[in-house]
């Protein structure tokens, strides 16, 4: 089918172009940004004047709930949501049930995902069998299945010989490692952080040095195995400062950091609200504000939803009691936005941190609007704003601190291979 999208502002900060150009899309690819090509006909046009054109968002960390979790979300309604939010590639960790463990069930997320026609799935494996951190999983099998990454999803890794004999693993292989730098020990039946706010509501707290402690041990690992390393969510002042020494000294490192810790922090807990319920835990305002600083200078390299939807059931009890996690996928533009328009950063960094940063740490061709590539676009009116609303959210899970909340930016058309997925 061919399309043109017309008179829209096309921001692809892989390319650094932000100009008015209009985008000719046929056969699922673009065909030429600019001027027509010869005897182009288009079945369809979408006027996006006062619109922004992008490419499609790529999300580093969304549950999918599929295999296992289906009483909470199914991957048809969280393919929606990801396609209302412009999200057209996402990563899914492996902390299903079962464990992305094993190449069936790989092949089988795989297929149920391209046979929906939406947002292209890459599954992340399982670093260990079960997730269990004894025994390494077939990393070269799960590879060819699929995966582009291996991880421990939430789960550490006691034994740090296993992750060392992983790390080694990978290296020579050159697969790249995907870990969230927690000490399972120290942060053992902790629901927030350890600070005033925990200590005011008598909630048992995760301290920030659960997070740098096992930093350290990854950094040191990764110096000694040269994997490629990517950590996912940090989330306190000390991490992003030893990421930021790691980088400088050439480690072959890189990170994430979760919408929600952007904008949020422990003060947000409030009287117990379990939609704030989060791991890592919102931290203090100080680690908030290193984690925005580490973002503006790269040290960050990429804003994940951390998207996790969770049944009613699990949230509507006390704080320490209930399910951590939180529905973000459609919320992933809005809040890179709000996050721009807060520290006054250009508009083009808050789309790469969505867009071409996150694709080269998953080290997929996405991320940009080139000539031959996949038309996967997003169109959004930056001048607009959502209101978030269980009846708003397409996801099954409508657990989100933002409920309430007016964001910038609304999704108008998401383009996937060159077909309209979304359009509001």
Avoid at 7 to 22: F, M, Q
Avoid at 68 to 91: D, H, I, P, Q
Avoid at 302 to 316: G, L, R, W
Wanted: charged share 20%.
């Amino acid at each position: 089918m061919k399309i043109l999208i017309k008179n829209g502002r096309l921001i692809d900060p892989a390319s650094g172009a932000d100009e008015r150009r209009d985008v000719y899309i046929a056969a699922g690819k673009i065909a030429a940004i600019g001027t027509a090509p010869a005897g182009f006909s288009p079945a369809r046009t979408i006027d996006a004047k006062g619109l922004i054109v992008c490419p499609g968002l790529v999300d580093l960390a969304a549950r999918l709930r599929e295999p296992g979790f289906e009483y909470k979300a199914t991957l048809e309604s969280e393919m929606r949501a990801a396609v209302a939010g412009g999200v057209t590639s996402l990563a899914c960790p492996p902390d299903t049930d079962p464990p992305l463990d094993e190449a069936g069930l790989v092949e089988m997320l795989t297929f149920r995902a391209r046979s929906l026609n939406q947002a292209r799935v890459y599954p992340v494996g399982a670093l260990t069998l079960g997730l269990a951190g004894e025994r390494l999983t077939e990393m070269a099998v799960l590879h060819d299945a699929g995966c582009v990454a291996f991880s421990q999803a939430d789960t550490p890794v006691a034994d740090t010989q296993v992750l060392w004999h992983a790390m080694q693993y990978a290296s020579t292989l050159d697969f790249a490692v995907w870990l969230r730098p927690q000490d399972g020990y120290l942060s053992r039946d902790g629901v927030a952080h350890d600070g005033e706010v925990a200590a005011r509501l008598g909630l048992p707290g995760i301290p920030a040095f659960a997070e740098t402690i096992a930093l350290s041990t990854i950094l040191q690992l990764a110096r000694a195995c040269e994997t490629r390393l990517h950590l996912c969510r940090l989330s306190t002042a000390e991490g992003v400062a030893m990421v930021r020494r790691a980088k400088a000294e050439g480690l072959k490192v890189t990170c994430d950091v979760a919408a929600h810790h952007v904008h949020l922090s422990e003060m947000d807990l409030g009287y117990f609200d379990s939609h704030c319920h989060l791991v890592p835990p919102l931290r203090s305002e100080r680690d908030r504000d290193a984690l925005r600083a580490g973002l503006a200078d790269g040290t960050i390299d990429a804003i994940c939803s951390d998207h996790a939807p969770v049944d009613e059931d699990a949230k509507q009890i006390p704080f320490g009691e209930s399910e951590p996690g939180a529905t973000a996928l459609e919320l992933l533009l809005s809040l890179a936005l709000k996050w721009a328009q807060e520290t006054k950063q250009p508009l083009a960094k808050a789309l790469a941190m969505v867009t071409s940063r996150p694709a080269a740490v998953l080290g997929i061709e996405a991320g940009a609007i080139a000539l031959g590539r996949a038309a996967d676009i997003a169109v959004f009116d930056p001048e607009d704003h959502v209101r978030v609303t269980p009846e708003f959210l397409r996801s099954q899970g409508k657990n989100t601190p933002f409920l309430g909340y007016e964001l910038p930016g609304r999704v108008r058309y998401t383009l996937v291979n060159g077909l309209v997925v979304h359009e509001s």
